[in-house]
């Protein structure tokens, strides 16, 4: 085995190793604290809202959960595919960035060239967007906060999260580019919406991703 066939080998151990450690962080530290909330008592959420919630949002998303993985992997490879779920914003941000770095230096999809260009490339991806935010958000945001008044500050945060959620919902629907999957996925939400929770008032703030 040549040294460079070694060194991708070694790569390919390291991130696997890695990747999946990272992941598994990750999933514990988004999920603990919403649980410690929860089971501490100091959340009033009772656990028929916590699945009413799960199964409006697996009605939307549980088609994207199985295609966008099958998608993206030909085209990051397992490295990059470790990196692009941990950061997020796949569909606008990380795959067009890998896919114009693979072209701009001739590298076929599916092959080392083209992983070691997508990994590179959502590095750099991630750079500009922590910088982004911190200048734009951290720095100008929290200066705009401060100049704005109260009351319209207050107005606004009330329409954050339904804007917010429309605009991941219409991105699946544009990406999945699945007309059958998407009306499964409104109707579902629809009949929590309007029967379930009619039915079940308690369950009304879980309701509220979906209205």
Request: hydrophobic fraction near 60%.
């Amino acid at each position: 085995m040549s040294t460079g066939a070694r060194a991708l080998a070694e790569f390919d151990k390291t991130t696997s190793r890695w990747g999946r450690i990272t992941m598994i962080v990750g999933l514990l530290l988004s999920i603990g604290a919403p649980l410690y909330l929860v089971f501490s008592g100091e959340v009033d959420v009772t656990g028929g809202q916590l699945w009413t919630a799960f199964a409006a949002v697996a009605g939307t998303f549980f088609i994207i959960w199985l295609v966008e993985p099958l998608t993206y992997f030909p085209i990051l490879g397992p490295a990059a595919m470790y990196q692009a779920f941990m950061i997020g914003n796949i569909a606008n941000k990380l795959l067009p960035a890998a896919l114009i770095a693979q072209t701009n230096i001739g590298a076929k999809p599916g092959t080392k060239r083209a992983e070691l260009a997508a990994v590179l490339a959502i590095c750099g991806a991630a750079m500009v967007h922590l910088v982004s935010l911190a200048v734009f958000v951290g720095l100008l945001g929290t200066w705009l906060i401060s100049v704005i008044p109260t009351d319209i500050v207050t107005v606004t945060r009330s329409y954050i999260l339904p804007s917010v959620l429309g605009a991941v919902l219409v991105q699946a629907i544009v990406s999945m580019k699945q007309p059958r999957a998407t009306v499964v996925a409104l109707l579902v939400a629809a009949v929590i919406t309007f029967v379930v929770v009619p039915a079940m008032p308690s369950l009304a703030l879980s309701s509220t991703a979906i209205r």
